[in-house]
């Protein structure tokens, strides 16, 4: 079965660097795509791609079924969920069930 | 510029009751995608649209739900006689294009439907 999985929490503190794991069971996915989801609003993409890339304090690692999103600098601000996903050729997103980043001050 | 946008924001409605649920995509974008998220659950793929045809319906739950698209723009997520377990998010995304996988999908901010 086509799965995403990641973590449903991860606890930080300010300043520090942030890693949350993703890995999947998508059968022909090669890109990953990683977004921040605050409740409410639209999902909004971050980084993205079938190789390391960084934009700006986001930074993501990439492996053939796995991938880390870093947030650098984390702040309060950065509490959300954060979604990773998959697609294939059809450009059908597979999505995990959501990390919700907790940062205490 | 406009990104996507879904209306209502917030539907309540009784159970049995039919609801259409209404995304108006960026102008331009050619794929269109209807996601589904329940409480505590990630996002569950329902349908994509390229153009106005829907190549994938694979993630529709039942026969009760279907979607269409109209002039390659607006589409409409319908849910005949709503249950209980139909009360989610329903978020809608549109991309450029579908091919290569590799586009960004630009989300609206979803409609929150809730089935008394």
């Known amino acids: 079965k086509d799965q995403v999985f990641q973590p449903s929490t991860v606890a930080s503190s300010e300043g520090a660097v942030v890693e949350i794991f993703c890995n999947h069971s998508v059968s022909n996915a090669y890109n990953f795509f990683w977004y921040l989801h605050f409740p409410g609003c639209a999902p909004r993409l971050l980084v993205k791609g079938s190789k390391p890339s960084q934009q700006g304090r986001y930074n993501m690692t990439y492996e053939r079924f796995s991938s880390s999103l870093l947030i650098l600098q984390v702040r309060e601000a950065d509490a959300a969920v954060y979604y990773c996903a998959c697609s294939s050729n059809t450009g059908k997103l597979i999505f995990g069930q959501g990390t919700t980043l907790q940062v205490k001050p | 510029g406009a990104g996507v946008s879904q209306s209502p924001s917030n539907k309540v409605t009784e159970k049995g009751k039919d609801v259409e649920l209404r995304c108006d995509p960026i102008s331009g974008h050619t794929a269109l995608y209807w996601y589904r998220q329940s409480l505590g659950q990630g996002l569950e793929f329902l349908i994509y649209?390229?153009?106005?045809?829907?190549?994938?319906k694979s993630g529709l739950p039942s026969d009760r739900f279907s979607a269409e698209r109209t002039g390659g723009s607006v589409s409409t997520l319908t849910i005949q006689r709503t249950q209980q377990e139909d009360s989610a998010v329903y978020l809608c995304a549109s991309s450029p294009r579908t091919s290569g996988g590799y586009n960004e999908q630009f989300f609206g901010p979803g409609t929150r439907l809730t089935v008394l």
């Open positions: 649209f390229q153009g106005n045809s829907a190549p994938d």
